[in-house]
């Protein structure tokens, strides 16, 4: 599966963004999706994740109450509506897939993924 985000810019602190994540074929029932983020100078880090049903998500505790991850599954697309952003929220966000037919969990971490974007760029100015 080939991923390709987008939704990445410049916002003030307190704003909003959201980003999506288009895969190149159906993802549903097949791929967990999980967004990850890098910044400068630092290890890329778990953000959120989704099952391959929607049914379940994780998030990082440094984002919880704050993003949220959603999935499309007719448009194969899934979604990080980020609120409240932050200076600290700065990093590049890949997405990533996870193909599993594994029930009852999200992969976390990010070795369980074998599909990335290219990443796109949020920038939280204070």
């Known amino acids: 599966v080939q991923l390709q985000a987008s939704g990445g810019g410049l916002v003030q602190a307190g704003g909003s963004l959201r980003l999506s994540c288009a895969a190149s074929?159906?993802?549903?029932?097949?791929?967990?999706m999980g967004w990850f983020r890098q910044a400068p100078g630092k290890k890329r880090e778990f953000v959120a994740a989704?099952?391959?049903?929607?049914?379940?998500?994780s998030y990082a505790d440094s984002v919880e109450g704050q993003f949220t991850i959603s999935r499309d599954n007719v448009k194969n697309t899934v979604y990080l509506q980020m609120n409240s952003l932050k200076p600290e929220d700065t990093a590049v966000y890949y997405c990533a897939a996870r193909r599993t037919d594994r029930l009852g969990y999200v992969g976390v971490r990010e070795y369980e993924y074998g599909y990335w974007g290219q990443g796109t760029q949020v920038t939280v100015s204070s």
């Open positions: 989704i099952s391959r049903s929607g049914s379940s998500t």
């Open positions: 074929e159906r993802t549903v029932n097949i791929y967990d």
